[in-house]
Nanobody, 121 residues
């Protein structure tokens, strides 16, 4: 059974940093693309970032480029999102999602339950 469990969310002041983690199980983590997607209160889903299977390529939404870094540790079956220079508009429920294969452009088929990030003074 595929399981994705996010952690690391919380309350942080503007300009602060957080690192989100996503522990994966039930599939061969290293060969699948992984993504982070967020949903702000009252808004729709927004793709944040993805990383290829194997970790060779990454991409970011313009809204987070230069502030967020996606990475993966295939030995620990864990996906990360390092977030810095956080803004109030980054407040959202952050989900990790599993790709359908190594290429993130082929979509996502499993999602975690999310971890809440609140950026406020």
């Amino acid at each position: 059974e595929v399981q994705l469990v996010e952690s690391g969310g919380g309350l942080v002041q503007p300009g602060g940093s957080l690192r989100l983690s996503c522990a994966a199980s039930g599939f061969t983590f290293s060969i699948y693309a992984m993504s982070w997607v967020r949903q702000a209160p009252g808004k729709g889903l927004e793709w944040v970032s993805h990383i290829n299977g194997g970790g060779g390529g990454t991409n970011y939404a313009d809204s987070v480029k230069g502030r967020f870094t996606i990475s993966r540790d295939n030995t620990k079956n864990t996906l990360y999102l390092q977030m810095s220079s956080l803004k109030p508009e980054d407040t959202a429920l952050y989900y990790c999602a599993k790709g359908t294969n190594w290429n993130p452009l082929y979509g996502m088929d499993y999602w975690g339950k999310g971890t809440l990030v609140t950026v406020s003074s």
